[in-house]
Every structure is written in C-alpha cells, then in structure tokens.
C-alpha cells in the first residue's frame, strides 16, 4: 500500500515557477513509476508527467514539454514536478499517482495505469 501526498501548490503569476512535490509513505515507493496529472474545472484529468521506478526514463505530455520538469529522491519517497514558463492553461489541481504496477518497464499515461493517488494541490496562474 502506498499514500501519497502533494504539496507545493499556490498562486503564481505567469511566466513564474512552482515546484510540487509528491511524499510517499511505504517502503517499497521506490519500487513504483509515479505519474503526475492535472485536472481543471469542467475537463478530465489529464497527464502531465511521468517517471520510472529508477528515475532513468520521464516523459511529458506535449503542453508541459520543456517547461516541467520531473524526479525522484528514493531516499526521501518524494517526486517533483518543477514548473516553469507557467501559463494561464496550466491552471488545475496537480495529483500525483503511483503506477499499479512493481517495477514496470512501459510508463503509463492513462489514469487506469495507476493506482494510489494524492488529494491533490491546487496550481492557479494568473495573467
């Protein structure tokens, strides 16, 4: 069982910086790719990032490229997700998920890949 909490959430404006972070319980986090989602008001969530268990492969949705950046300190069960060159659009809550599976290969980018979620923290930029 892994429970997963976000913080580093706040209002920003654009063009500014965030950096969330993802604090896992559980000693075999370290074993799980985590992925980052966002969801706005009225849309679904959405997938923004991810990492492997190793923190050797990400990837990045194509809105986010280049401007986020994700990692992982499996001394500290945490991940980040650094934000930069934020945007009005990049406005939502951030949750961060563990992948259903043990050291997998492939990282998802569905929401049915994963399975423990944060609660989420809400990222507002302004224009």
């Known amino acids: 069982q892994v429970q997963l909490v976000e913080s580093g959430g706040g209002l920003v404006q654009a063009g500014g910086s965030l950096r969330l972070s993802c604090a896992a319980s559980?000693?075999?986090?370290?074993?799980?790719?985590t992925g980052w989602f966002r969801q706005a008001p009225g849309k679904e969530r959405e997938f923004v990032a991810a990492?492997?268990?190793?923190?050797?492969?990400?990837y990045y949705a194509d809105s986010v490229k280049g401007r986020f950046s994700i990692s992982r300190d499996n001394v500290k069960n945490t991940v980040y997700l650094q934000m930069n060159s934020l945007k009005p659009e990049d406005t939502a809550v951030y949750y961060c998920a563990a992948d259903r599976r043990k050291l997998g290969v492939i990282l998802p980018v569905g929401v049915d890949g994963y399975a423990y979620w944060g609660q989420g923290t809400q990222v507002t930029v302004s224009s």
């Open positions: 990492i492997s268990w190793s923190g050797g492969n990400t």
């Open positions: 559980g000693r075999t986090f370290s074993s799980y790719g």
